[in-house]
């Protein structure tokens, strides 16, 4: 059944023999008809990972109430989607791109774990509002709308009932469209939506300037706009869609400058005289343990979608040291070996390895810096080749180093990010959102009827703090019963959409009725998140400790394990993992769609069994 248009139905629609380049006024069942751009809603739809009746209120009656005003209006007179209902497919293509960009993101951006699980729906739905905003001004400032009556259509009149032909404009202003898209919103957006959104002022303001055309001042949100419309656009003239998505990431070096100087502000404990510390900041240098503040930069990339962070420490400090990030060592090395001593007294009790860099890096003000340590910092001699007495470096402010000169790290540091040395980084580039058909592919589109479903904040649990090593340790730091704390990353992570759903790459997936997790890569995710350790075993720790909570599945002959099997348009595969037979204990009430393409087996000593049935 097809949800409920909040439209004048189409029965309201005259009926009458069309002239020759008049255009009939179609539905909005008709108009979204088409193959693309059923496609196109389903890829919304998989994006949100709503239930049919809540996606169908929340984003298909928007989008039904759109294509009723712009009809078969194109795109553009020449450029990109010229063609009849260019625009509308225009349209969807670039909310689809929007959505996929959206999950790159925790947003809003800085925020509390808590308070981006709170509102990770909102953002995720005004990000595709905006989307479907971004080129509605069009219809009232680049084309002329006559209908058969000879009078002239505007899209604040409400939807066409009448034969219609169109002409553009001669000279219209190509920048006016995006400061009109306001005007249509309370035509297009219902009520209550706009009213969801307001609830949170961050989110309202960025929306705001957003489909007032000041993509400059609406953050984030202007940002994945543009780049969902470029990649329409690159799409539809035969570019490669990905390379104008690829282009605004930042580099990797940026994106450790970034959580580097994040963490110094809000995680790393710096200078205590009396006991250990992550770093220390003296005179001309911010000395910071090398595995801690790895572990610690991989997770908060991590946490922030950056999934093109090196495994391996060395290649990490390689990639920050090619870069100009690190103070190399006399012997061009990453890592320096000191002696620590406090003017109190306190030492580690033997050498620490630290990692060197610049302070005007960290901090932009030297007001801004905390106050230097209260003692000395002294690089051990770490090979017999090495000539001259170890230098000490102290914490005065006024005393000039006795190491070797910075100057001319800090030149390289100022033009470290010129245009030239953005993709030097080696980050691979990201997944081709245009490749629309995954290997796993998506639930068809078929919405319930609409009904009466009120927005709602995102059941919010409890978020798991970092673990992350206090001195240079290679010891697990994991909780004693890490199961649980998995429990928790694993429904926070959902809810602020950090976690991926029934995608190609999920490790999480809906079958039968059940929770797939794939094993055992959702356990070394959830350790790389946590606590920035890629190389040991702790995850066999976590999965050991999750299966003992007794909640995943078990076959007939006692089996922890699950295959199934995946079923997509390009190729055949298989998935292995647990499952957990109550999937409220991830999602809550809202559950997500199963994926059809996927079904499960068991794997017995005679080969594979017949599906699983609850």
């Not at 860099?357 to 090979?383: C, D, E, M, Y």
Request: charged letters at 15%; a neutral charge.
């Amino acid at each position: 059944m097809r949800p409920a248009s909040p439209c004048p139905p189409a029965a309201t629609l005259s009926v009458r023999e069309i002239p020759p380049g008049w255009l009939s006024p179609l539905t909005p069942e008709a108009l979204l008809a088409t193959p693309l751009r059923q496609r196109l809603m389903q890829i919304i739809w998989q994006r949100t990972s709503l239930s049919a009746s809540l996606f169908a209120q929340l984003y298909q009656t928007p989008v039904m109430r759109f294509a009723k005003l712009a009809q078969q209006l194109p795109a553009s007179e020449y450029h990109h989607h010229s063609l009849p209902g260019g625009l509308l497919d225009h349209t969807l293509e670039v909310m689809a791109f929007a959505a996929k960009l959206r999950q790159r993101h925790l947003l809003p951006a800085g925020a509390a774990p808590e308070d981006q699980a709170r509102e990770a729906e909102a953002w995720t739905a005004g990000i595709i509002y905006a989307a479907l905003l971004h080129d509605a001004g069009k219809i009232a400032t680049d084309i002329e709308v006559i209908t058969d009556d000879a009078q002239r259509w505007y899209p604040w009149q409400g939807p066409l009932t009448r034969p219609y032909r169109l002409k553009y404009r001669k000279k219209h202003n190509h920048t006016l469209h995006p400061v009109v898209a306001g005007l249509l919103a309370t035509q297009i957006l219902p009520a209550r939506v706009l009213n969801w959104l307001a609830q949170y002022q961050g989110l309202y303001e960025s929306f705001l300037f957003c489909i007032s055309g000041h993509y400059d001042q609406a953050g984030i949100m202007g940002e994945l706009v543009q780049e969902a419309d470029r990649a329409s656009v690159a799409q539809f003239m035969g570019a490669n869609a990905s390379a104008a998505l690829a282009r605004p990431q930042p580099s990797l070096p940026k994106q450790v400058l970034t959580a580097l100087r994040e963490l110094a502000q809000s995680q790393l404990k710096l200078n205590n005289p009396a006991s250990g510390s992550d770093g220390w900041l003296t005179g001309d240098a911010l000395w910071l343990i090398s595995k801690t503040t790895a572990d610690r930069v991989r997770a908060w990339l991590l946490q922030q979608g950056v999934t093109s962070v090196p495994d391996s420490n060395v290649r990490l400090f390689d990639e920050m040291q090619a870069h100009g990030l690190l103070i190399p060592t006399p012997e061009g090395k990453a890592v320096w070996t000191c002696d620590i001593t406090a003017d109190s007294g306190w030492t580690p009790g033997s050498p620490l390895t630290l990692l060197r860099l610049v302070p005007a890096q960290i901090w932009n003000t030297p007001t801004a810096r905390p106050s230097p340590f209260a003692g000395k910092i002294t690089p051990v001699a770490t090979t017999v080749n090495m000539k001259g007495p170890a230098a000490t470096v102290t914490g005065t402010p006024g005393t000039p180093p006795q190491t070797m000169t910075a100057d001319p790290l800090v030149d390289l540091t100022l033009s470290l990010f010129t245009p030239g040395d953005e993709n030097k980084s080696g980050t691979p580039v990201p997944p081709d959102p245009t490749d629309i058909v995954d290997e796993i592919p998506f639930p068809a589109f078929t919405p319930e009827p609409l009904k009466t479903v009120v927005p709602s904040s995102v059941t919010v649990h409890k978020p798991v703090p970092a673990v992350v090593d206090k001195q240079e340790k290679t010891a697990s730091v994991l909780p004693a019963a890490p199961g649980e704390q998995f429990m928790d990353w694993l429904r926070q992570g959902i809810s602020a959409r950090s976690i991926a759903v029934n995608d190609v790459k999920a490790l999480v997936h809906l079958v039968q009725g059940k929770v797939l997790l794939v094993s055992p890569g959702i356990f070394k995710l959830y350790v790389a998140m946590t606590s920035g350790n890629t190389t040991g075993k702790d995850w066999t720790r976590v999965q050991k400790s999750f299966q003992k909570q007794g909640i995943h599945l078990r076959g007939n002959e006692g089996v922890n394990i699950f295959i199934c099997e995946v079923k997509g348009a390009r190729r055949t595969g298989r998935v292995k993992g647990y499952l957990l037979e109550k999937p409220s204990l991830i999602f809550g009430n809202t559950l997500p769609e199963d994926n059809p393409y996927l079904s499960v087996v068991m794997q017995g000593t005679d080969g594979l069994k017949p599906p699983l049935h609850p």
